[in-house]
């Protein structure tokens, strides 16, 4: 590490200091920039004492006095990300920041055509299929599963949900099995590192069209009612729109057509309705209102296709950064 880099240096500076501090240090940077210095961390499985010093003579005024720390690793990475922006925000970062150290195995599947991909999938076990789409950026996962055959995607869904860590070596040789069977020459590079669980699943779940989260979540609440039930409780809902900012708010309906906004709506409960118009201007509010007067009976498929929609808005500027939904034990409403 020598001639170490900016993100390296602040790495090597955070590393040395205790967790309280390193985590109100890492509150100061954008996602971006803490994602790109916990990776660096996360790299560091052993830094030589001259190395960290001479990092950290650079930085002598902010520093306690002491032995520098010449160990980082995942589990230093996690705990400072924990500290910084909580347990549920660092999962999240973490991995994102395991799947771009680990080379991304799959990348090479990222631009097919979802119905390609399935086509390749097809026939291996629901464990290696819940594998690839574990790796693959949510948006893409969520066209693959959704080309599946209904009974495979709960088994695939299963699967991811409560997945093992595969080692480096497994995830190489179904990577490299499948680039040879797509006819596609790439090189694996790097260590793999396992991703997987309930959170990837419902990000994949949340990005899918309307029948198939019903259809999945129906299937696997037959097959596994614990785990359905985990599913639909970290799921983000259109109701959840009570749960953002109102600054936040305002973004996503910024987004929305009134007309779509109008259907959502329909018949859901007063909280959301009441915090849908204080964040509407004068003008879009009376144009809202007049899309709910000539709206009439809407049939129940296009009121949840245009509540998936409002909530695709929300998962966006979310994953972006723009807002932030608070997830946890807020008071839930009965349509």
Same mark, same amino acid.
Request: aromatic content about 2%; hydrophobic content about 45%; charged content about 25%.
């Given at each position: 590490?020598?001639?170490?880099?900016?993100?390296?240096?602040?790495?090597? $500076?955070?590393?040395?200091?205790?967790?309280?501090?390193?985590?109100?240090?890492?509150?100061?940077?954008?996602?971006?920039? !803490?994602? !790109?210095?916990?990776?660096?961390?996360?790299?560091?499985?052993?830094?030589?004492?001259?190395?960290?010093?001479?990092?950290?003579?650079?930085?002598?005024?902010?520093?306690?006095?002491?032995?520098?720390?010449?160990?980082?690793?995942?589990?230093?990475?996690?705990?400072? $990300?924990?500290?910084?922006?909580?347990?549920?925000?660092?999962?999240?970062?973490?991995?994102?920041?395991?799947?771009?150290?680990?080379?991304?195995?799959?990348?090479?599947?990222?631009?097919?055509?979802?119905?390609?991909?399935?086509?390749?999938?097809?026939?291996?076990?629901?464990?290696?299929?819940?594998?690839?789409?574990?790796?693959?950026?949510?948006?893409?996962?969520?066209?693959?599963?959704?080309?599946?055959?209904?009974?495979?995607?709960?088994?695939?869904?299963?699967?991811?949900?409560?997945?093992?860590?595969?080692?480096?070596?497994?995830?190489?040789?179904?990577?490299?099995?499948?680039?040879?069977?797509?006819?596609?020459?790439?090189?694996?590079?790097?260590?793999?590192?396992?991703?997987?669980?309930?959170?990837?699943?419902?990000?994949?779940?949340?990005?899918?069209? %309307?029948?198939?989260?019903?259809?999945?979540?129906?299937?696997?609440?037959?097959?596994?009612?614990?785990?359905?039930?985990?599913?639909?409780?970290?799921?983000?809902?259109?109701?959840?729109?009570?749960?953002?900012?109102?600054?936040?708010?305002?973004? %996503?309906?910024?987004?929305?057509?009134?007309?779509?906004?109008?259907?959502?709506?329909?018949?859901?409960?007063?909280?959301?309705?009441?915090?849908?118009?204080?964040?509407?201007?004068?003008?879009?509010?009376?144009?809202?209102?007049?899309?709910?007067?000539?709206?009439?009976?809407?049939?129940?498929?296009?009121?949840?296709?245009?509540?998936?929609?409002? %909530?695709?808005?929300?998962?966006?500027?979310?994953?972006?950064?723009?807002?932030?939904?608070?997830?946890?034990?807020?008071?839930?409403? %009965?349509?």
């Amino acid at each position: 590490m020598a001639d170490n880099t900016g993100i390296q240096k602040a790495a090597l $500076l955070i590393l040395n200091m205790d967790k309280e501090t390193a985590a109100h240090v890492l509150q100061q940077f954008s996602d971006e920039e !803490a994602e !790109a210095i916990t990776a660096e961390i996360y790299k560091l499985k052993s830094v030589s004492p001259d190395e960290a010093n001479a990092a950290l003579d650079e930085f002598t005024a902010l520093v306690q006095v002491g032995t520098a720390k010449t160990r980082g690793g995942r589990d230093v990475a996690a705990g400072i $990300l924990e500290a910084s922006f909580g347990a549920e925000r660092a999962a999240g970062m973490l991995s994102r920041v395991a799947s771009s150290l680990a080379g991304r195995a799959f990348e090479f599947l990222e631009s097919a055509d979802a119905a390609q991909v399935a086509l390749l999938l097809d026939g291996e076990l629901p464990q290696t299929i819940a594998l690839v789409l574990a790796h693959l950026r949510p948006a893409v996962g969520s066209q693959v599963l959704g080309k599946l055959s209904p009974e495979q995607r709960t088994s695939v869904a299963e699967c991811l949900a409560t997945m093992n860590p595969a080692s480096p070596e497994a995830i190489r040789v179904i990577a490299e099995t499948l680039r040879a069977r797509a006819g596609t020459v790439v090189a694996t590079q790097g260590q793999t590192d396992a991703i997987g669980g309930v959170q990837p699943l419902v990000d994949i779940i949340n990005r899918s069209d %309307v029948a198939t989260e019903k259809a999945l979540l129906g299937d696997l609440e037959q097959r596994d009612p614990d785990l359905a039930a985990e599913v639909r409780s970290r799921m983000l809902t259109f109701n959840d729109i009570v749960k953002l900012e109102a600054r936040d708010v305002q973004q %996503v309906l910024r987004g929305i057509e009134m007309t779509v906004l109008a259907t959502a709506m329909k018949g859901s409960p007063e909280p959301v309705q009441d915090i849908i118009r204080d964040n509407l201007s004068e003008r879009n509010r009376l144009s809202l209102q007049e899309e709910l007067d000539v709206l009439g009976p809407v049939k129940v498929s296009k009121v949840e296709e245009a509540r998936a929609d409002v %909530v695709r808005a929300i998962r966006t500027l979310e994953a972006d950064g723009v807002i932030t939904v608070i997830r946890g034990d807020a008071e839930e409403y %009965v349509e």
